[in-house]
């Protein structure tokens, strides 16, 4: 593999890969990668069917089982306080820990290779397992927005595509492996997440950003790589499904996913020979911005700042003080996490995404009991799964590379994209319920897309209004609003109703794995789950209002160089003149720190 300019008088092989290896994009592809195996959560409904079987659970059960699942995925409020404390790798390692114990004990609980667990330890296992997906969250992509501050929206959109392609990537790789043993996707689905957490868990880290021209060019090469891998999953399930796949065409198959999985490294590649090659030329040292506070200035208010050359964790958690929690700064500035919790745009964002996510996910948890109801075969409704993970995929890179390029260009607030999504998944959720004919395939793009389309919206915004300093637990706690929706709308009103209309069909009187059939076993419950999440839509609205002054502006500005963030307002210094704990701090000082003139430097 040969790069202008790779053999010129400066270049050194040795050099070069060490380079790669510490670059920023370079942690990109890492994190891409621990992504793509992040999502085996998404195939649930592959393998429920061998613990509704294997354990005799009603569907009751199995929805329980189903909201702990979503529980451990989504509740990241402790891995968000460990990332603040601790480097990446330490969130990394303890994931892959959790991962590997977590479905391991499933693996061995549905083969009989231990005795029967009850219930809460099965709900235990589960929770574990599925948690170890908010770690690899947190280390990977949080770490990633950070890194890449100006396209946040693209980077959240790319990363959180492939967490929802790895739905179909599993599926290939397990038949490949394994055959079709579904029970066996357990156990890879235990070891492989764990293995590359553990291989990359060094590259993971924070990495001081310098604005470079031509990112986003970079970004549509990973968009075309994914969308190939994509396109090719889409084709080969639809062979699949007219087709009896034998072992050597799903290793054959597999082999190609595989390579398509590492073809970003060539993107890599070129992208840190450009910065290589300016590093190693001697030009005009680039422009940086440091954003001066009061504990900058009161040492040496003449002093000019450096940028630092390593990120130290924030080991500062006063900020967790309910004091100066009512008293927030602007929108787009730091917040402290109290103050984030106790604002009106994250109440209104968490009561919107619990309406949306719990919807679509309550779908697609029950989409295998859902085309079994409607009576079709047991291939389409792999297919189905398979189609909501590709879909998946679609929503997550439209929803953050559109979204930014409307931001951009037009200034359109990014929560009026999470409305439309939540008016679109109605569509999906009126076909369930009233089991409209092959309706099914339609309702399954719809609700994969729509599902897919949330997550970057939901943690772009939050990055947006909230700031970068405390986005680690923030991103999740704004996760937690999934498991809070499967709970109310899978649990308790879908699982219930469904057991109910079981119960009815039941002309034995035997109880067990009771299996309704007909549209009416999810028809009621879908049809209040459109309306919960119309509602949903309406709540956002909320959101759209009160931030469309907000979008309005320049919201990146600060991440450029040789531009000048202008902070000598009162209400820029330090967070809107509160300290982490809440407390003003004195007025003085803050004239002091900006002393009228802008508090950016250069070196």
Known sequence: MVFAGGNGPNFSPLSFSLHVLRGRWFMFFASILIMAAAGGTYIFGIYSKDIKKNLGYDQQTLNTLSFFKDLGANVGILPGLINEVTPPWVVLLVGAGMNLVGYLMIYLSITGRTARPQVWLMCLYICIGANSQSFANTGALVTAVK????????????????????????????????????????LLIAWLPAVISIVFVYTIRIIPYTHREGETKAFFKFLYISIALAAFLMVVIIIENQLNFNHAEFSISATIVVLLVFFPIYVVTQEEMKTYQQNTQPVEPEKAITIVTVSDQTSQPDEITKPNTESEPNTNLGCLSVKGAFNPPARGEDYTIMQALFSVDMIVLFLATICGIGGTLTAVDNM????????????SINTFVSLISIWNYAGRNVSGFFSEYVLERYKLPRPLMLTVILLLSCVGHIL????????????????????????????????????LKYYSTLYNFGAVASPVGSYILNVRITGHLYDKEAQKQNTTGKKGDLTCLGVQCFKESFLIITIVTFIGALVSLILVWRTRNFYKGDIYAKFRDGQTVQVNKEVEVVSSGTDCEGGELDRTKQKEAVSGKPTTTTD
Do not use: H
């Open 147 to 186: 890194n890449f501050p100006e396209s946040r929206g693209v980077v959240l959109g790319l990363l959180k595509s492939f967490v929802g392609l790895s739905g179909a990537i599993y599926t290939q790789l397990y038949q490949a492996l394994y055959g079709s043993d579904s029970e066996s996707l357990v």
């Open 368 to 379: 295998g009991q859902i085309g079994q109801s409607l009576g079709y075969p047991t291939k």
């Open 432 to 467: 369930i319920a009233f089991g409209v004919n092959q309706g099914l395939y339609i309702a399954s793009v719809i609700i994969g897309f729509c599902f897919g389309a949330q997550w970057p919206l939901l943690f772009a915004i939050i990055s947006e209004i909230f700031g």
